[in-house]
């Protein structure tokens, strides 16, 4: 990935940010600067700014590394140094600068327009910090990094190969019934090989968090990552409510087409490895052959939809910004990184050849689009959306994208990559609505046990998601949440990406009536990054933020009626970059 340094006026151009002697200082000269008027303590705050960024970038390159490469002694320490000694060091330091903004006088004589979102976000930080919660969060970290390097090092010896679990989930399209078992049969043995590490790890970052809310004076950690995550504009309530939501509009839609799937199968009853492969067993849907292929096609997607996404997404791959291929070592899973000196993206997935792949890189690339929507704005948390517009951003790039599969396959084929993709929305609301209510029963019952844990766990799979036969392979089922990542890393951060789907539903209808107003709209929403309230975001996009069942019912309507008369047909415009 190769780098550049934007002009710095505060930050020394050798400044080598791992190393604290050098570190300290910066801290020591602002918290020393008076601020004798509003010019100045805007001059002050931009300082701050600047460290900010550049500390955070290079924590970014070392997680990026570190995700990139689990197996390379070097790289792991290089970021448990960061995490362990730098960023515990700099958590006070922060506390006490933006404590000096808050007391400021001269602040009242802001633009309240411009420094409301950043005010009310930097008063919930400082009222949350508690010097005693550093070393435990410090702690949480380290423990997520011992998770993604166990992850990282799974893979299945399969038909003569050593494949990593990525790569392993393409048999799952596979039309030969015995071979879909038989793969998924290799990656559940290899993962339950794993089970008790996992849980232990698991286990030990609920009772830290249990300590890290006490510390705060609150009564649980779901208070504790509610202001955390500085959720203003809605309760652990709402999330409650839009549980039973699902379970009353999206479950019923989902076991219909579970029926249907079941019915062109001809099989009994569904099992596990019944759920990826075309239901009327026509060949998987194999959309490249190589990375290359994968980003230029969505390159082309890109460019179909708005030349300067194109142009953005084109000087990501110049950079060298992608790591997409999956391989031994490597984490699970996918992300879009913001390197906030450079005010560049960066994104990392495990692509394995399946047309998931295309829409997981369409996804992180509306994450890169928005992070460039954001490039000159001043101040770091603005470039910085909240993270259920965030989600807007990447998965209306999926709706936005579907109509242009035919760059990957034939219409024939178009088609059938856009229905699965509608078919897997409909999928995913549920399991966000199990894996959120598994957070809320987790932080809300302390003390629990690892059956406790297990029976609740089953109790939500019973409620929202398939209604499979499991025989043989229970203990599969009772540790399906282990190889959900957000548990481990980012407690809480789920309900998010359902919030955004009814987001990006709605951009998809405007789409369908009006293309180009749909698009000026989502980049005008995305310009503003975090500047606005998140009720403001949504509505800049002309879309309404509810996550209710009065906005869940309409829009399911839509995704069936779409699944059982849309045609993905297009034409498009030439176009070059």
């Keep these: 990935m190769t780098t550049t340094t934007c002009a710095r006026r505060f930050v020394p151009a050798d400044f080598d940010p791992s190393d604290w002697a050098q570190v300290e200082p910066l801290f020591d000269r602002l918290d020393a600067r008076e601020m004798a008027s509003a010019d100045a303590l805007e001059a002050w705050l931009h300082d701050l700014d600047e460290l900010q960024s550049v500390l955070g970038e290079y924590a970014a390159r070392c997680y990026i590394d570190m995700t990139c490469h689990t197996d390379d002694p070097e790289i792991e320490r290089r970021y448990l140094q960061v995490v362990e000694q730098i960023e515990p060091r700099c958590e006070p330091r922060w506390q006490r600068l933006k404590q000096r903004y808050l007391q400021s006088p001269h602040r009242t004589s802001f633009d309240r327009s411009l420094y409301a979102v950043f005010d009310r976000h930097t008063a919930a930080e400082v009222e949350l910090f508690r010097a005693e919660n550093v070393p435990l969060q410090t702690e949480l970290t380290t423990l997520d990094q011992q998770y993604d390097k166990i992850c990282g090092a799974m893979t299945v010896r399969f038909r003569g190969e050593e494949l990593t679990l990525p790569q392993m989930a393409r048999f799952q399209e596979e039309p030969d019934r015995e071979l879909r078992r038989e793969a998924w049969e290799a990656v559940a043995s290899r993962r339950l090989q794993d089970r008790e590490a996992v849980e232990t790890i698991f286990e030990q970052m609920l009772h830290l968090r249990r300590r890290v809310a006490d510390n705060a004076g609150l009564e649980d950690y779901r208070a504790y990552a509610w202001k955390s995550r500085a959720r203003f504009d809605y309760t652990p309530e709402d999330c409650l409510r839009f549980h039973d939501a699902v379970a009353r509009a999206v479950v019923p839609l989902r076991d219909r087409l579970d029926e249907r799937r079941r019915r062109a199968l001809g099989v009994p009853v569904l099992r596990p490895w019944d759920l990826a492969v075309d239901p009327t067993n026509r060949p998987p849907l194999r959309p490249f052959d190589t990375t290359e292929a994968l980003c230029q096609g969505v390159e082309t997607i890109f ?187 980012t407690p809480f951060y789920y309900i998010e990406y359902a919030i955004a789907q009814l987001g990006a539903l709605q951009i998809w209808l405007q789409a369908k009536q009006d293309p180009k107003g749909a698009i000026a709209n989502y980049r005008r929403a995305l310009g503003l990054g975090g500047s606005r309230p998140l009720p403001e975001l949504f509505e800049a996009a002309d879309i309404r933020f509810d996550f209710s069942e009065r906005t869940l019912v309409p829009l399911m309507d839509a995704v069936e009626q779409e699944l059982s008369s849309r045609e993905y047909v297009a034409t498009h415009p030439r176009c070059s970059v």
Excluded at 349 to 371: K, S
């Design 303 to 489: 460019c179909r939809l708005d030349p300067d996404f194109a142009r953005e997404f084109a000087r990501l791959r110049s950079r060298g910004a992608l790591d997409v291929e999956s391989r031994k070592g490597k984490a699970p899973g996918g992300y879009q990184y913001t390197l906030d000196e450079i005010r560049e993206p960066f994104i990392f997935m495990n692509a394995a050849g399946v047309q998931r792949d295309v829409e997981t890189l369409l996804h992180e690339g509306g994450h890169a689009l928005h992070a460039a929507a954001t490039r000159t704005l001043p101040l770091r948390l603005y470039r910085h959306a909240p993270f259920e517009f965030c989600e807007v951003a990447s998965m209306a790039m999926e709706h936005l994208g579907r109509p242009h599969l035919d760059v990957f396959y034939s219409a024939e084929d178009a088609d059938r990559a856009a229905r699965k993709h509608l078919e897997d929305v409909i999928a995913l609301l549920p399991w966000i609505a199990i894996v959120d209510a598994f957070q809320h029963w987790l932080y809300t019952h302390p003390g629990h046990g690892r059956e406790d844990r297990r029976d609740v766990w089953v109790s939500l799979l019973d409620r929202f998601y398939h209604r499979l036969d499991w025989q043989g392979w229970v203990p599969a089922r009772d540790v399906m949440w282990q190889r959900q990542g957000h548990l481990f890393g």
